[in-house]
């Protein structure tokens, strides 16, 4: 079983910046095959970034501004958000593919983080 912690939201002003953090515990490849989704209020949850043995994917409004990473010596795996706008709160989950080639398709994705939130506002 993997469990997944995510930790690092906050409440930033636009322009700023915010690093995410997520822990896993169980198997320890499983940061080779994370991802970072997002869910605003009314919208569908949506996959943001994605790490795969070191194949990363972004969504196409985050490019240039979010960058996906992994601790080579712990099972953790970062999203390092910079330029942050109002359209970037929501809140952000990680979640393992458990092996599977995922990319930014949720439905890829078998464990699941508990959240934690992002605002973005001046």
């Known amino acids: 079983q993997v469990r997944l912690v995510e930790s690092g939201g906050g409440s930033v002003q636009p322009g700023g910046s915010l690093t995410l953090t997520c822990e896993a515990s169980?198997?320890?490849?499983?940061?080779?095959?994370m991802a970072w989704f997002r869910q605003a209020p009314g919208k569908e949850r949506e996959g943001v970034a994605a790490w795969f043995w070191g194949d990363t994917y972004y969504l196409d409004s985050v490019k240039g501004r979010f960058t996906i990473s992994q601790d080579n010596n712990k099972n953790m795996v970062y999203l390092q958000m910079n330029n942050l706008s109002p359209q970037d709160t929501a809140m952000y989950y990680c979640?393992?593919?458990?092996?599977?080639?995922?990319?930014?398709?949720?439905?890829?994705?078998?464990?699941w983080g508990q959240g934690t939130q992002v605002t973005v506002s001046s």
């Open positions: 169980g198997d320890p490849h499983t940061k080779n095959f």
């Open positions: 979640a393992s593919s458990a092996g599977e080639r995922g990319g930014l398709r949720r439905q890829a994705y078998r464990y």
